[in-house]
Every structure is written in C-alpha cells, then in structure tokens.
C-alpha cells in the first residue's frame, strides 16, 4: 500500500511539473438551471429514459451517424461518438434504467442524464483522442456494446470512466479493491481526476470502496477484457442507503453538489484528452505526460 502511496505521489509530482506552462484546456459548460431543469425530470419508464437521453444528445448537437441506438434481445443502449485526431478511444459511460423502490433518481439517472453535459463540453474545441458516450441497459448492455466492437475498435478502447450515483455530496472515487494492484493507467485516471479537483481549487475526491448498493457496476464487463476502469460516484457512510431504496427520490439529489461535480467533470475529462494515456510505450517507461495544448 505504501509504494502505491508512492508511485501516486510521483505521477501526481510529474503531471503538476508538465502543467507548470499551462495554457487553459477548453471546455464548454452549461447554467445551473439549464443542468437542474434536466436533471429534475427522471421518467419512471426505461423507453421513456432513453428517449429523453436521445433528446438531450439531440439539444446538445450529437446527431446524425455520431448518435446512434444498439438494440439487442433485452434492451437497447445509446451511443454518442466524438471523434477526435486519433482512434484512441476513451469511453464515459452509466446505465440509465430505472433501479429499486424509489424513483431511481441517483441511481442511475444522475450518472446518465451527466453524459450528454460532458459530450457537450468537449465540442468547444477539436479533440486529440475519440470519445464514446454510452448510456448502459444494464449489465448485458455493457457485454452487447463490447460485442459490436471490432477488434482494432476493442485494442483502441485505452479507459473506462463511470459515472453512477452523482449528486449526494461531493465526488468520490473508485479504482479497485483493497489488496489488488492498480494499472498505471488506473493511477493515472485518479492523479489526474486529483488534479482536476485541485485546479478547480475544491475538495480532493477521496477514495470511497462501493458497498451494497453498488449492485451493477458499469466497468466490469469492461475490467474482464483487461481495459483500465475508474468508478465516480458520490455515495459515502452517511448515504449509502439512498441508492435503489424507497428514499431514491429527486430530494435526495442535493443540486449544488451534483452542480459542483458537474463541473469537476468537465475539467477532467478535458483534461484526459490532454493526456497521453493507455499508451504501452508510456507505462513501461516513466511518470506519463499531461501536455496542454
């Protein structure tokens, strides 16, 4: 544990000295009230959740072959692609259906309905790697999605980041479990979320192990095929009886929190596409680099 500690600080060390001659990374970002008015609409029936996550794509101008429905025997899921200059791929992805007693607002809707707001703020500038937005039917909609993918399509996948259960509190996060080793790629995906945190000058997100009510996680299927995985949630002690239960309801999304992630999110996942990540040359040799444009 103590030389993960380590190599932790040294990526964290390394990547601040490469953005010692920052220039701003580029991103665009939405009103409070454009973000409330959207989240604060959950539909009850999952047809019904993947039409207005369609729609919302739609608004925020994925369209035409870049939005697109995958259907197979127990559902469907949605796909929205940003190609970038390079097949490097980096999937952000939750699943959208309805879960539990309650309205299923955090789990999961507040993770889905997050994923048009970040496809829209990367269009404000080109993009060095692609980005595939996937909104999930479950379980057997990850091992479908990953079914569609050719080979070379699979091999250009570098990382997965969940979103699942936004809005409770501040963002925490989830790499693997106690006494297992993370990938260099894993560490990277939480120095740099570390660092997003910190030039957006809030809250370190801390590490939070899922417990019980993590009953579906989006990066499994995706850990099973060796692709590095990293879970954002905000469940901690205090709320993680809320996900799937009775008290899963609207009221339970604190605005301001899911707001304050919101943004985080933006920043980092503009700043993954500053990174070079998944590269096998780099994770055999050195700290990796988070150039700016």
């Excluded at 379980?139 to 699942?164: F, H, K, M, N």
């Excluded at 990066?219 to 009886?241: L, N, W």
């Excluded at 992630?261 to 996942?269: G, K, M, R």
Aim: aromatic share 8%; glycine share 6%.
């Amino acid at each position: 544990m103590r030389l993960l500690a380590s190599l932790l600080l040294v990526l964290l060390t390394a990547a601040a000295h490469a953005a010692d001659s920052r220039h701003s990374v580029f991103f665009w970002t939405l009103a409070q009230k454009d973000i409330d008015s959207l989240v604060h609409h959950v539909p009850q029936q999952d047809s019904v959740r993947l039409a207005q996550l369609r729609q919302t794509f739609r608004d925020m101008q994925c369209t035409g072959s870049d939005l697109r429905e995958q259907t197979f025997a127990a559902g469907s899921n949605l796909v929205c692609t940003v190609h970038g200059g390079s097949a490097d791929t980096i999937l952000f992805v939750a699943h959208y259906e309805h879960e539990g007693a309650g309205m299923s607002a955090v789990e999961d809707w507040s993770g889905a309905t997050m994923l048009p707001f970040l496809y829209h703020a990367l269009m404000s500038s080109p993009r060095k790697h692609t980005f595939v937005f996937v909104e999930l039917d479950g379980d057997e909609g990850a091992r479908s999605y990953l079914r569609s993918l050719t080979p070379a399509q699979l091999r250009a996948v570098r990382a997965v980041v969940a979103l699942d259960a936004l809005g409770l509190g501040a963002p925490g996060f989830y790499l693997r479990l106690n006494g297992s080793t993370p990938t260099r790629t894993e560490l990277l995906l939480e120095s740099t979320l570390l660092l997003a945190a910190q030039d957006k000058g809030i809250a370190m997100p801390q590490a939070e192990i899922p417990g019980a009510w993590f009953r579906l996680d989006d990066t499994r299927q995706f850990r099973f095929r060796g692709i590095p995985s990293i879970v954002i949630h905000s469940v901690d002690r205090k709320t993680r009886e809320i996900p799937g239960s009775a008290q899963d309801t609207l009221d339970a999304i604190d605005p301001d929190a899911y707001f304050s992630s919101y943004n985080l999110l933006c920043y980092y996942i503009a700043e993954l596409d500053e990174t070079t990540i998944g590269n096998a040359a780099v994770d055999a040799s050195g700290p990796p680099s988070r150039g700016r444009r």
